[in-house]
C-alpha cells in the first residue's frame, strides 16, 4: 500500500485533504455479522500481536506487523522498539526503500506498467453504471474521470480504495515499515527486499486487462466510506488485532459492495490467494534462509496470522514463537 500511495501522490494534482476522521465500523455489525465475525476467528493461529519473535538455534527473527499508512502514534511504537530492533544484523521489507526510488525513475521513463498506453480505455472497457460509479468514487479523491480512464484496472481499484483524506498527503505513506527504514539506515543495518517490484506487479497482471475490467466493474460500488474503514482498520492495528481487521474488513466490503455473497466471496479469495498467500509462500524461502543471526522481518500485518501466515508457517519450520512487547 506504501507504494500504491507513491504513485497516487506521483500522478494526481497536489491537494490538500482533511484527516481522516471516520468512526469505528465495528459499531453497525448487526448481531448475526457479529457471530459471523466470531465463527471466523475461531481457531485462527496467531491471530493477534504485531510483534513475535521467531528463535531456531541461533537465529532469531522478531516479526513486526507494520501498517504502511502514517499515523503519529507509530513515533512511540519505533521508540519503544528501538532498542531491541538496533541490535539486529539485518532488516527484511516487503520491498526496500532503495528498490522502490529505482523503480519510481524507471516509471517516469515507461509508465505503462499501471498506465494503459494503448488500446481502449476504462470508459471503453466498463460498463456505462461501472464507469459513473466509479467516476463518483473518484471526484471524491480529486481524481480527474480522463485520468483515471488512463489507468491500469487493477491500479485504479487500488487508488480506489485509498480514503480521500489520504489522497495527496506527502506524509500518508510513512507508515511503520518507512520508519523502521529510518530506523535502520541511521544504525546503519543493511536492509533486504523479501520480493522484487517484479514479482510485486506480476501479481497484478495475472489476468488480461478485460478480466481485471470485469472484476473492477464488479467492485465498483464497494468504494464509499473510505474514511469510516480507514479509522476501523487502525483501530484493528494499535488493538494488534490482524485477523480480526481482514476478517472484518471482508464482511464490511461485502456488505457495501452490493454482490451476491457467492460473486463476492470469488473476488475475496481471489485477492486473498494472490496477495496474501502466494506471496507469503514466496516470501518464505528468503526467510527461511536466514541462519545464525538476528534479523528483522518487517511486513503488512496482515501477513501474520492464519495457516497461510509466516508465524504459523516458522512454528511448522520448527521455531519457537514468543510475542514480545510492541
Known sequence: MRLFLFLICLLLPATVQAACEGRDLKADLTPSARAELERALEGVPYPEGNHWIASKGDT????????????????????RLAPTLSQADAFYFEVTQDE????????????????????????????????????????ERGIPSWMGAKMRPWFLGMTLAMPA???ADPEASRGLDARLTELAEERGIPQFSLESIEELMAVFEIHTIEEQAESLARMSNAYGNSDDQMVTMAKSYFDENHAHSIELGRIMARKYSGMSPEIFDEEWD??????????????MRH????????????????????THGLLYQLQQAGYTLTRAQF
Open 165 to 167: 483524506c489520504l489522497i
Open 100 to 139: 522502490m526510488d529505482a523503480w519510481e525513475q524507471e516509471l517516469a521513463r515507461d509508465p505503462s506498467p499501471i498506465l494503459i498506453t494503448s488500446g481502449p480505455t476504462l470508459i471503453e472497457l466498463l460498463p456505462e453504471e461501472a464507469w459513473s460509479a466509479l467516476s463518483s468514487a473518484m471526484a
Open 270 to 283: 481471489a485477492f486473498e490467494q494472490h496477495l496474501l498467500i502466494e506471496r507469503n509462500n514466496n516470501w
Open 60 to 79: 532469531v527473527l522478531h516479526l513486526i506487523g507494520t501498517l504502511h499508512l502514517s499515523d503519529s502514534r507509530m513515533d512511540t511504537i519505533v521508540e
Open 287 to 306: 526467510i527461511l534462509n536466514i541462519q545464525d543471526q538476528t534479523a528483522v522481518i518487517a511486513v503488512g500485518a496482515g501477513h501474520l496470522g492464519d
